[in-house]
């Protein structure tokens, strides 16, 4: 079974997330900003992550840069699931090494969709 | 809807546009009439189709072909048959037409435009092995409220989510408030027409592609053999189809046959024999 780590500081996004992936089959741990991520990650890196940008603590893309940088931090496919719509900041993302870009509101299809173009479905 | 305005107007639909309306389809005929008819300021749905039949009215018989389509498409879809595109189709298509460096594509169910700039973005991707090529796409739908929403290349949020690389959409998609507008290197790749599936094809020339995806689904058997024979008749002897998950070719026509472990794509049989191996 596929692991997935769901991050973001919404415990009610948290859940409608690990509904939608729960459905695909995936185990799902939550951590609700980067620095928690960041440790998840290191105790057992996830195959997939779906990370929001703006949270406390450390953002979705200060944990990217880190995870990235992490002895074993390239390997999980990484989703970036936020409100933030703007070119740079979808740039910066995939720059930083992100895998694929939800901009939200999400739904099922849309997660579906995503998961298979990054080979996680 | 009373039962005779219901045979007139399933018989209307089949005659003008091949779709096959069963008696299971009057909620989705009422459903999709109930706008229109507050659209054309008449109180029901008998009466709108009371003026169907008494008016020939051309805009009111667009409005009606328009509102029983269904338009559903996304970028990419279906993953597949983009990649066998790019990997098999084009790499032959750049070594048999290398000397006149061009070939023609036809999206013969274009709807609001995802599937032809779908093949715009791949081969505008691939345009270094194009340098000098001239590539066109055609377009075509029936509907007109698809085909200019398919010009002009404005999508939602939730339409750019569904099968669009985010990469490509970075590349080739402007923001424009809350929707997405695609590059006009993009758009002006792509040739749009209206027309009709039922109609003559001999004026839209020859194509080495076709793709006739969840089109024919749509239609009866009889309908679908003559569209798939008559594109047979445009296409070269190593011309390529592709068809929806839901289609074959299997039991329809002759002039097709599936291209061996390629599901959804076929190749035209020549009259009388095999299709050219390929
Ligand atoms: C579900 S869409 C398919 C879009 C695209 N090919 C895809 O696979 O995503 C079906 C389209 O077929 C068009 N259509 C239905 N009957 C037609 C006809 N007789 N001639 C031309 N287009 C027709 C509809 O207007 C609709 O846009």
């Known amino acids: 079974m596929k692991s997935f780590l769901v991050v973001d500081d919404s415990r009610v996004i948290r859940n409608v997330a690990r509904r939608i992936l729960e459905a695909f089959g995936f185990k799902i741990e939550e951590a609700a900003d980067g620095q928690l991520a960041l440790e998840a990650c290191k105790r057992a890196m996830p195959d997939g992550i779906l990370l929001d940008w703006n949270m406390p603590v450390m953002n979705g893309i200060e944990f990217l840069r880190a995870l990235r940088a992490t002895p074993g931090g390239n390997a999980p496919i990484v989703l970036f699931c936020t409100t933030e719509t703007d070119m740079t900041k979808i740039q910066q993302a995939i720059e930083a090494g992100a895998n694929e870009y939800i901009m939200k509101p999400f739904d099922s299809e849309i997660v579906e969709s995503k998961l298979t173009q990054v080979g996680l479905l | ?278």
């Not at chain 2, 459903?31 to 051309?58: E, F, H, Y």
């Not at chain 2, 006149?100 to 092995?129: D, H, N, V």
């Not at chain 2, 008559?230 to 026509?253: H, N, Q, S």
Request: proline letters at 5%; one cysteine or more.
């Open chain 2, 1 to 278: 809807m009373k039962p005779d305005d219901f045979a007139y107007f399933t018989k209307y639909i089949y005659d003008q546009t091949g779709l096959v309306l069963g008696p299971d389809k009057m909620y989705l005929i009422e459903s999709r009439l109930a706008p229109l008819a507050r659209k054309w300021n008449v109180a029901t749905i008998d009466l709108l189709v009371g003026q169907l039949r008494s008016a020939r009215d051309p805009a009111l018989q667009r409005d009606v072909v328009d509102a029983m389509m269904t338009n559903e498409s996304f970028f990419f879809r279906d993953g597949k048959p983009f990649d066998q595109f790019r990997q098999l189709i084009l790499p032959a298509l750049l070594q048999s037409r290398a000397a006149k460096k061009s070939f023609r594509i036809w999206c013969a169910a274009a709807s609001t435009g995802q599937e032809p700039y779908t093949l715009a973005m791949i081969l505008k991707e691939e345009a270094a092995k194009l340098a000098g090529w001239r590539v066109d796409i055609v377009g075509t739908d029936i509907s007109h409220e698809a085909l200019e929403r398919a010009k002009a290349g404005i999508y939602t949020q939730f339409e750019v989510q569904r099968g669009l690389p985010i990469t490509l959409l970075v590349k080739y998609f402007k923001q424009q408030g809350d929707k997405w507008g695609i590059a006009p290197e993009i758009r002006s790749a792509v040739q749009y027409r209206s027309f009709n599936l039922l109609s003559e094809f001999a004026s839209l020339g020859a194509f080495d592609v076709i793709f006739c995806r969840n089109v024919l689904i749509y239609f009866d058997q009889k309908t679908k053999g003559q569209i798939l024979d008559r594109m047979a008749k445009l296409m070269p002897a190593d011309g390529v189809l592709y068809l929806g998950g839901a289609e074959t070719v299997l039991g329809v026509t002759e002039r097709f046959q599936p291209m061996p472990g390629q599901r959804g794509i076929y190749q035209v049989v020549a009259p009388g024999g095999a299709a050219k191996a390929g």
